[in-house]
């Protein structure tokens, strides 16, 4: 890829998914073993939108984890063959990622090099970075799809914390790590409202 910054090299990416469907083998493909971080972003940018393509949070949150895991063991990117060969709507992903692309560009703008530099670099924080990229792929996971917010607050983690790895820019990685307890907090409302619901539920039918 010969464009300069890092939206212009999604838009790439965008531009060259095939015609009629893509799996995600094709996706990891246009990317390269090197652009594991482009491709997290690539991957969250459907989900800065209010469209719900079935399926697909377990399938690319299973991807950033397989990327987390390869970057925290320091391996080539390995995909199961079910996940490589899922076929997603090429229109319906155009569309989604295209809305996306827009958050991202606003991020890209206000994303600076060197900002709180000590959370870009390597070793034991390095290990935490990648744990955080670990932890938003299964919260992304989760099984909250139809409640609003619940896959837009982990992908906006990873979509943080994947601009801040690839523009070395710790303010960013600082969000991306914030945006993840923002989503536990807020899962863990639901499932507290929820269970109190049920409660309410078993004593109204009891009586």
């Known amino acids: 890829m010969q464009a300069d910054s890092l ?13 009629n469907g893509v799996a995600l083998a094709e996706i990891r493909d246009l990317v390269g073993q090197d652009g594991l971080l482009l491709l997290t ?5 459907i989900f800065m939108v ?6 697909v949070s377990t399938v690319f949150g299973a991807a950033i984890l397989l990327i987390g895991v390869s970057r925290l063991l320091g391996r080539s990117l390995w995909l199961p063959q079910s996940f490589e060969q899922r076929i997603v709507s090429t229109d319906a992903l155009r569309a989604a990622l295209h809305r ?12 600076r090099t060197h900002r709180l530099k ?11 970075n990648n744990c955080a990229l670990i932890l938003g792929a299964i919260l992304l996971m989760a099984p909250f799809g139809l409640i609003p917010l619940s896959n837009t607050l ?8 994947a601009i801040g790895l690839l523009q070395r820019d710790g303010v960013c ?7 993840n307890l923002a989503t536990i907090i807020y899962f863990t409302l639901l499932i507290a409202g929820g269970g109190v619901a049920i ?9």
């Open 118 to 128: 000590w959370l870009t670099s390597d070793g034991m924080i390095g290990v935490l």
């Open 100 to 111: 996306g692309l827009k958050w991202f560009h606003r991020l890209e703008r206000v994303s």
């Open 173 to 179: 990685i600082l969000l991306g790590h914030i945006a």
């Open 199 to 207: 409660h309410r539920i078993i004593q109204y039918f009891r009586g």
């Open 50 to 55: 209010p469209i719900s393509i079935p399926g």
């Open 154 to 161: 982990p992908a906006l983690a990873l979509l943080l914390l």
């Open 7 to 19: 939206g212009e090299k999604l838009q790439e990416m965008i531009n060259k998914l095939p015609p």
């Open 41 to 45: 972003a690539f991957l969250t940018l």
